[in-house]
């Protein structure tokens, strides 16, 4: 059946990778993301390289307005939506005492409340679809509790129950729930560049957003519920299963501070001025490991 | 009217430099390295000897030229260490604009990679194609940076342009950069070849005399703020040894063989680079990139700048003849 996808997020990193592969599988598509990061760019050239349907909306997904307009545009236009893809999101390390309350509020209102909206307003038009899914980005730092990620950890932890549950609950009907959740996205310049600063091992767990996505989608179709790319991590989290508690925090502990150490000296490289001339993609950061 | 270029000892500045002196043009070609200079003797030429890391030196460089063009780059896919790209590659860049600027520059012709703006999808990509898939390596992510630091110039009336070859390969001097070429040789010594399995995706191989045109080409009809890309015809991998094999006329034997042990080969070798600095023979950045569709379309520098492309056989041809004979000399 062809499908017809709606993808939030889908103008970077892993949201624009789903965006292609879903072209090249033949879906159709709308695709929702922030104004002015290049989403008529990529609509233009996914028209001119598949032949199928594309439509787009701007806008920030981060207030409940948004997210209600969205919903009843997909509504009014009458698209059949069967595809489902909850990719926008937004992360980082903080020290949660430094922050404003705002980026954690922020994490909260994209990452939890958007995507729960959503799936809620849509499900009734994936209902009435002949067989519909619905794929949520969650991550593996739902899976391991490390400092520094305290809320964004935690939105993901919720999109994990969330899912899980949410695929229970409509097991018998014609929409099947999966969950994603990748570990170190090569999405983007500076995540590129901080993974330098890493050791070898997470380095290899990197992957590119082209493989995850092809991934994800392929497993999600085949109704798999739990997805985790890359064999390493893969292996890596199976095996972390095993370990008792106290190596398990140990690791984690070290792995995190690693990242957050990681983007501390790239950071204070990019306030020297080593590296001034990124200042301009440094503002555009979006961390998702 | 005097020319300079900085890269003049690599293997695409030195046919640069070396065309325009032939041409009767006096260039200034900033090296590093003495030893270098050998391959830029010519009456035309004038050496100075510097870096583009260090603004003094590119200053006396450039003393009393018109146009330059900054071909130099650190254009391979691994290094010891991954900054050097960055600092190579962006900050090299923006000191040349600078002195540059100091100048007053009559035109500022950046050699750009068409890796900047990636693979293909169904059609051949040209150079309003936004960059679809992530990026593969430091080279390309230094490149595209030194990009958009010469816009970020010319938006500021900068007489900035950038040209973007693609693979290139044809007759030249031994370089990191001419990887073709060593696939080439090593065609022809060892007369096997390992290649990966359904090699359909296409690539663009550019000859190297056609990008060096370009070039000149750029310098006179180019116009400001623009980028052409110098390309030539699009092949598979397949199609390319086929050509290769053809033009060593010697019997040879390709091999093909699935992507994965390629990539896992790869992958170790980057992990030994990583931990042991023993530069990898491929990357894993390399073997996914052989699997994938990067077409181009150079229909913009045709129309716009008059290039022209060498049927992709006769240029495989010219380059085996080159090799072979430098192989014996």
Not at chain 1, 18 to 34: C, N, Q, Y
């Amino acid at each position: 059946m062809k499908h017809f996808v709606l993808i939030t997020g889908a103008s970077e990193g892993l949201g624009k990778s789903f965006a292609i592969e879903s072209a090249r599988r033949g879906m159709d598509l709308f695709l929702v993301s922030l104004p002015d990061s290049g989403l008529p760019d990529l609509c233009g050239l996914i028209k001119s390289n598949f032949d199928v349907f594309v439509d787009f909306l701007e806008l920030d997904l981060t207030d409940d307005q948004s997210c209600m307009h969205l919903i009843s545009l997909v509504k009014s236009k009458n698209y059949p939506i069967s595809f489902l893809i909850n990719n926008a999101g937004v992360g980082g390390n903080y020290r949660f005492a430094n922050e404003r309350f705002e980026v954690f509020n922020q994490m909260i209102q994209l990452n939890i409340k958007a995507l729960a909206m959503i799936t809620h307003e849509l499900l009734g038009v994936l209902q009435n679809q002949e067989c519909a899914f619905v794929l949520n980005v969650s991550s593996m730092a739902a899976h391991f509790e490390g400092p520094y990620k305290q809320v964004y950890g935690a939105t993901k932890s919720f999109i994990f129950y969330f899912s899980n549950s949410l695929c229970l609950e409509l097991k018998d009907t014609n929409v099947h729930v999966s969950v994603l959740s990748p570990g170190g996205i090569s999405s983007n310049i500076n995540l590129i560049r901080k993974s330098h600063h890493l050791d070898t091992f997470s380095r290899l767990t990197f992957l590119d957003p082209e493989f995850v996505a092809a991934y994800a989608i392929k497993k999600c179709l085949e109704k798999k519920m739990e997805i985790i790319p890359g064999m390493l991590t893969r292996g890596y989290f199976l095996f972390s299963k095993l370990l008792p508690r106290f190596i398990k925090e140990k690791l984690v502990k070290n792995t995190t501070t690693q990242i957050f150490n990681a983007q501390t000296v790239f950071n204070r490289k990019v306030k020297n001025g080593e590296t001034t001339r990124e200042k301009l993609e440094e503002s555009r950061i979006k961390n998702v490991i | 009217m005097n020319t300079f270029i900085s890269g003049a000892s690599g293997y695409l500045g030195q046919r640069l430099a070396m065309r325009l002196a032939e041409n009767g043009e006096k260039v200034h070609a900033l090296i590093r390295n003495p030893i270098a200079a050998k391959i830029l003797d010519h009456p035309n030429i004038k050496i100075f000897y510097g870096d583009i890391l260090d603004i003094e030196s590119i200053r006396k460089a450039m003393k009393g030229c018109e146009v330059v063009f900054h071909v130099a780059a650190l254009a391979r896919v691994w290094t010891k260490d991954p900054n050097d790209f960055y600092k190579i590659n962006v900050e090299g860049t923006s000191n040349m604009i600078r002195v540059s600027q100091e100048m007053t520059i009559s035109k500022f012709i950046l050699t750009s990679s068409t890796g900047t703006i990636g693979p293909s999808l169904n059609h051949p990509n040209n150079e309003d194609t936004p960059r679809w898939s992530s990026f593969n390596n430091d080279y390309e992510i230094s490149k595209s940076l030194a990009e958009k630091e010469l816009l970020k110039f010319v938006a500021g009336g900068f007489p900035g342009l950038i040209v973007m070859p693609s693979r290139i390969f044809g007759p030249g001097i031994a370089s990191p950069s001419s990887g073709i070429n060593r696939v080439i040789v090593g065609f022809m010594n060892k007369r096997f070849a390992i290649i990966p399995k359904q090699s359909h995706p296409k690539g663009n191989y550019a000859y190297i005399d056609d990008i060096v045109t370009g070039h000149i080409l750029a310098r006179e009809k180019g116009e400001i703020g623009e980028k052409y890309i110098l390309g030539g015809e699009n092949k598979s991998i397949g199609q390319l040894f086929e050509v290769i094999k053809k033009g060593v006329n010697k019997r040879g034997l390709i091999i093909e063989i699935p992507i994965w042990p390629m990539m896992h080969f790869s992958l170790i070798s980057q992990f030994l680079a990583d931990r042991f600095g023993i530069e990898p023979k491929i990357t894993p950045d390399f073997v996914k990139r052989l699997n994938q569709d990067s077409a181009f379309d150079c229909s913009k520098a045709i129309s716009k700048l008059g290039y022209s492309i060498t049927p992709f056989e006769q240029a495989v041809g010219s380059t085996i003849q080159f090799l072979s004979k430098s192989q014996l000399s």
